[in-house]
């Protein structure tokens, strides 16, 4: 059986994800296992729909077994982010390919790209860059650019710099693993609606639909509810999203506005300094902007420096306000099973011979599989207890603990 791998956050799952799968299953995936981040995502921000939800529409989509990416995993930065799903997806033992999407490159510029930058030369550039005060993201193209020309240019894009720490995960960490960059069909990385919701974007394959950025649906569907999200996501999905609005299983932005800011309110000076990435002052600067900001949007903007990108300044603050230190584990000590089809569970037990970590639907068993693992898992709950009150109608605590994966 060949298996694919992909790691998402499907916030929320759309045309362009069902078109991925499909094309892996065209070049003749058997099976294809998807590692999603949970209640909380790489952008520093609570995800538009819980992972509940995202994982019926994932299996709705196209997917066939959904696996839990740790919150602490998820709002790592791109390298951390990407270490913790490949290792996920290589702890199973039984997939064979990493299948990411991409802006501009294929595999072979992905990998030359991750060689380049855990080559021993491009230590100096990079620190050169970054003593003229350059930000990392910013650093590191100028670093390559150096070691060679127009390698900068795989470091700009977030898809491309996102496909360069997979390969850079799959080097580093010797996985067998084989990489394979999808280009990007129809919009791009946070690009904005740019037409009406009738129209199809002119390079979207017909057969899939309207492709539009998944920041975009978050605002569309945020701004006019999911129905307006129809022409840019799979019917089944947009099924499994109409459910869920009924229920009230949706951000409200002001609710996770109120309920950050009143935790970091109650932090002390000890506590943010022993923040996960609290380096350079960073947690004087989050400091002093509590006292100013009233709402989340005004406390990243006071938080704005030239020196960081505004999604580590957000991945700072919800690590703040999450407790997150450094002695979290950065990589999953588990296997946390959200939901599977059939084929999906055919692939559990292929698993259950090939897996290197502990695998299971129950958290509460997992967390019982080492002291790693209970530690990861009650920091998982709590984001997931937190999220839980960021919903149009909020949800009780534990449901980490008491969801029952999802069968389709």
Request: hydrophobic share 40%.
């Given at each position: 059986m060949k298996i694919v791998g992909i790691i998402a956050e499907y916030n929320p799952f759309h045309n362009g994800h069902a078109y991925q799968i499909a094309e892996m299953r065209r070049l003749g995936a058997a099976a294809v296992v998807c590692v999603c981040s949970p209640g909380v995502v790489q952008r520093g921000e609570a995800a538009f729909l819980p992972a509940r939800v995202r994982t019926r529409a994932a299996l709705a989509g196209g997917a066939d077994l959904i696996l839990s990416l740790p919150a602490p995993c998820a709002v790592l930065s791109a390298e951390g982010f990407a270490a913790a799903g490949v290792a996920a997806l290589g702890a199973l033992g039984c997939v064979d390919t990493l299948c990411f999407g991409t802006d501009t490159l294929d595999t072979a510029n992905a990998l030359d790209t991750a060689r380049l930058l855990e080559s021993p030369a491009f230590t100096a550039p990079l620190r050169r860059a970054l003593e003229e005060g350059m930000p990392l993201p910013a650093a590191r193209a100028a670093a390559a650019d150096t070691l060679c020309a127009g390698a900068g240019n795989a470091l700009r894009a977030a898809n491309d710099i996102l496909a360069v720490e997979y390969c850079k995960a799959l080097l580093r960490s010797g996985s067998a693993l084989h990489p394979l960059a999808l280009p990007r069909a129809g919009a791009a990385h946070d690009a904005p609606l740019l037409l009406p919701c009738t129209d199809t974007v002119r390079d979207t394959p017909p057969e899939h639909g309207a492709f539009a950025s998944a920041s975009a649906l978050r605002r569309l569907g945020a701004e006019q509810g999911v129905e307006a999200l129809a022409p840019y996501v799979p019917a089944p999905c947009l099924a499994v999203y109409r459910a869920a609005w009924e229920r009230g299983e949706v951000l409200f932005s002001t609710a996770f506005s109120t309920a950050i800011l009143s935790r970091l309110r109650a932090k002390s000076a000890e506590e943010l300094r022993r923040t996960r990435g609290a380096r350079e002052g960073l947690e004087n600067r989050l400091s002093a902007a509590i006292r100013q900001a009233c709402t989340w949007e005004e406390l990243i903007e006071v938080l704005k420096t030239k020196r960081y990108a505004t999604a580590r300044l957000r991945r700072f603050a919800l690590n703040a306000a999450l407790g997150y230190t450094d002695d979290i584990p950065?990589?999953?000590?588990?296997?946390?099973?959200?939901?599977?089809?059939?084929?999906?569970?055919?692939?559990?037990?292929?698993?259950?011979?090939?897996a290197k970590l502990p695998i299971a639907a129950s958290l509460a068993r997992l967390a019982k599989s080492g002291e790693a693992a209970a530690r990861m898992a009650s920091a998982h709950a709590a984001a997931e207890d937190f999220t839980a009150l960021c919903l149009r109608c909020p949800a009780p605590m534990g449901t980490a603990y008491t969801a029952k994966p999802v069968m389709p």
């Open positions: 950065a990589l999953p000590p588990y296997l946390h099973i959200l939901g599977a089809t059939e084929t999906g569970l055919s692939v559990l037990r292929r698993a259950g011979k090939t």
